[in-house]
């Protein structure tokens, strides 16, 4: 594991080191994270989007393309740490939010993405990944009312999110609402056939036997704006 991150970091370097002359502006550094995010190279983006922000500290979206790359990477930390700066540069935007809140739950901080996604839904109501990211908050938060009405609104606002299909269907599970859980489970999986957790959550819940409810197994962090 080691070597292979000594490798990376190696290769990273060596991209930077020949296109060093090329791109010198924070927007050139900027559009060169773009592609290598569009090519899954998600290490190799946060060291270009490191080096536009060090020519141009005041190019926010390089803080939150950063943070997203770090996302990808599972360095939420990281990713918090560039959301907090980004949000003092543009704290009027919906995404970094979102983006943020969605993080916090994933850590473990249900009031710190409770918080966000209320700040997000005050900036734009009308932005169904706001109330997917609040759901997860309530659901974290043992309120399964709360987050089944969430993610009910997120559905109302975007009828194809496969997630919130899923998220809804792991609240009612949780409440022992085991046939409105089975139906927005086959309801995912009839807009993404190919979606994994929401045909594991199925098989498990339709493998269960007696009266008690099944163990509940784990929402989806995704729907980003």
Same mark, same amino acid.
């Given at each position: 594991?080691?070597?292979?991150?000594?490798?990376? +970091?190696?290769?990273? +370097?060596?991209?930077?080191?020949?296109?060093?002359?090329?791109?010198?502006?924070?927007?050139?550094?900027?559009?060169?994270?773009?592609?290598?995010?569009k090519e899954g190279k998600?290490?190799?983006?946060?060291?270009? %989007?490191?080096?536009?922000?060090? +020519?141009?500290?005041?190019?926010?979206?390089?803080?939150?393309?950063?943070?997203? =790359?770090?996302?990808? %990477?599972?360095?939420? @930390?990281?990713?918090?740490?560039? %959301?907090?700066?980004?949000?003092?540069?543009?704290?009027?935007?919906?995404?970094?939010?979102?983006?943020?809140?969605?993080?916090?739950?994933?850590?473990?901080?249900?009031?710190?993405? %409770?918080?966000?996604?209320?700040?997000?839904?005050?900036?734009?109501?009308? @932005? =169904?990944?706001?109330?997917?990211?609040?759901?997860?908050?309530?659901?974290?938060k043992s309120d399964g009312?709360?987050?089944?009405?969430?993610y009910s609104t997120a559905?109302?606002?975007?009828? @194809?999110?496969?997630?919130?299909?899923?998220?809804?269907?792991?609240?009612?599970?949780?409440?022992?609402?085991?046939?409105?859980?089975?139906?927005?489970?086959? @309801?995912?999986?009839?807009?993404?056939?190919?979606?994994?957790? +929401?045909?594991?959550?199925?098989?498990?819940?339709?493998?269960?036997?007696?009266?008690?409810?099944?163990?509940?197994?784990?929402?989806?962090?995704?729907?980003?704006?």
């Amino acid at each position: 594991m080691s070597r292979r991150c000594g490798w990376a +970091a190696l290769l990273v +370097a060596v991209v930077l080191s020949l296109t060093t002359a090329a791109a010198q502006t924070g927007v050139e550094w900027l559009a060169r994270a773009q592609e290598a995010t569009k090519e899954g190279k998600h290490t190799e983006a946060v060291a270009f %989007l490191t080096r536009a922000i060090e +020519a141009d500290p005041s190019l926010a979206q390089a803080y939150l393309e950063r943070a997203w =790359a770090h996302q990808r %990477l599972k360095e939420n @930390k990281e990713a918090v740490i560039d %959301l907090d700066r980004y949000l003092t540069m543009r704290p009027a935007d919906v995404s970094g939010w979102v983006s943020r809140a969605q993080i916090k739950v994933t850590l473990g901080d249900s009031d710190g993405g %409770l918080s966000d996604a209320n700040r997000a839904i005050f900036l734009d109501a009308s @932005k =169904a990944p706001a109330y997917f990211q609040r759901g997860r908050a309530r659901s974290a938060k043992s309120d399964g009312d709360g987050a089944i009405a969430d993610y009910s609104t997120a559905l109302f606002l975007d009828p @194809k999110m496969a997630v919130a299909y899923n998220n809804r269907a792991v609240a009612r599970r949780r409440g022992n609402d085991i046939k409105g859980a089975e139906d927005d489970y086959r @309801k995912a999986l009839e807009i993404n056939p190919n979606y994994e957790l +929401a045909q594991n959550n199925l098989n498990a819940l339709l493998a269960s036997t007696g009266n008690a409810p099944p163990p509940p197994l784990p929402d989806d962090p995704a729907a980003l704006l």
